[in-house]
């Protein structure tokens, strides 16, 4: 089993910056693909960012150049350092792992953008 925790996430004026945080534990590998999607209000969850275990990274268009995603293979953490935030940025934040074992969320966090 796989548990995922997300932290960080508050309430940001529009132009400010934010590091989300995630802890997974449990039945994890560091082949492991992991990412962050987000859920606004009203709308569907969508893919933010995700990152391989060798580094390599994608990022949605909407927020490509103002976040960048990240992991620590040793501590099993990914974060998501987010830059410039605008009001449509505002959504619950949830960590994501992908394996051949199965697809796994955290609970999210809510990050808040206030102009």
């Known amino acids: 089993q796989v548990q995922l925790v997300e932290s960080g996430g508050g309430l940001v004026p529009s132009g400010g910056s934010l590091k989300l945080s995630c802890a997974a534990s449990g039945r994890t590998f560091n082949t492991d693909l992991l990412g962050w999607f987000r859920q606004a209000p009203g709308k569907e969850r969508e893919f933010v960012a995700r990152?391989?275990?060798?580094?390599?990274?994608a990022y949605a268009d909407s927020v490509k150049g103002r976040f960048t995603i990240s992991r620590d293979n040793v501590k099993n953490m990914v974060y998501l350092q987010m830059k410039s935030l605008k009001d449509e940025d505002t959504a619950v934040y949830y960590c994501?792992?992908?394996?051949?074992?199965?697809?796994?969320w955290g609970h999210g966090t809510q990050v808040t953008v206030s102009s």
């Open positions: 990152i391989l275990w060798g580094g390599n990274t």
């Open positions: 994501n792992l992908q394996s051949s074992r199965g697809n796994y």
